[in-house]
């Protein structure tokens, strides 16, 4: 089994809204990424998380808070965001040996803030 | 520090052979390439290794010039199916000499199939 899950797949909220997107993984990986895509364009890196503690921020604004609460899952927490980050919220995972190895994409979450 | 791809899009027919081009100005531990259909997560096709490992689809190639910092996809007898936009991500080498646990991707090359 090589899926990497994420809930929901569409999202819509207001600029007052707190929301969350979730992302599963059941391939014993313990590294797990949050990118996001605007259209046409590649995915960006914005966290890493590695064995559960968090190990790359590619300095996000804070109105995105990441969560690992144990190997297999990832959240990232939404909150008083921007019209501006609009995009398709895509997660991964892959097993920790510094990227010897591939990275598996969920489907994405398309965040739509209004 | 993104990579540079070339061509920005192709438009083959079927049977066609295309090479997709990634540039560094870096100097890299891994390239990674990725085929992203729309409204779809991208899918992993090539992993290429600082030190010459090779990780990938048996119908895809790839090489990697470490020295140059380049790395170019080949894709023989294209079908329908190759369709989409291909990504190169890189990882770049730090002082250690190893990884840094993250990839930069390319800005994506278009690739078209037709009948």
């Known amino acids: 089994d090589t899926e990497v899950t994420q809930t929901p797949k569409h999202l819509v909220m207001g600029m007052t809204n707190k929301k969350s997107l979730k992302c599963e993984q059941h391939m014993g990986h313990r590294a797990m990424y949050w990118y996001k895509q605007k259209a046409k364009k590649p995915p960006e890196l914005m966290f890493v998380?590695?064995?559960?503690?968090?190990?790359i921020n590619e300095s996000v604004p804070s109105r995105f808070s990441p969560e690992c609460p144990n190997s297999s899952l990832l959240n990232l927490h939404l909150h008083a965001l921007q019209p501006e980050d609009s995009a398709l919220y895509l997660c991964?995972?892959?097993?920790?040996?510094?990227?010897?190895?591939?990275?598996?994409f969920g489907p994405g979450t398309r965040l739509t803030v209004l | 520090q993104q990579p540079v791809q070339s061509p920005q899009a192709v438009i083959l027919r079927e049977g066609e052979d295309a090479v997709i081009n990634c540039s560094s100005s870096?100097?890299?531990?891994?390239v990674h390439w990725y085929r992203q259909k729309h409204g779809e997560a991208p899918v992993f096709l090539m992993i290429l290794l600082k030190g010459g490992e090779q990780k990938g689809h048996e119908k895809i190639s790839a090489s990697f010039n470490e020295k140059k910092q380049q790395s170019s996809l080949y894709l023989t007898a294209s079908q329908l199916s190759y369709s989409g936009t291909y990504f190169c991500?890189?990882?770049?080498?730090?002082?250690?000499?190893?990884?840094?646990?993250?990839?930069?991707f390319g800005q994506g090359t278009i690739l078209t199939v037709h009948p």
């Open positions: 991500g890189t990882d770049i080498l730090n002082a250690g000499g190893t990884s840094y646990g993250k990839l930069t």
């Open positions: 870096k100097a890299l531990y891994s």
């Open positions: 991964a995972s892959s097993r920790p040996t510094i990227l010897r190895d591939t990275q598996y």
């Open positions: 998380y590695s064995y559960e503690k968090l190990s």
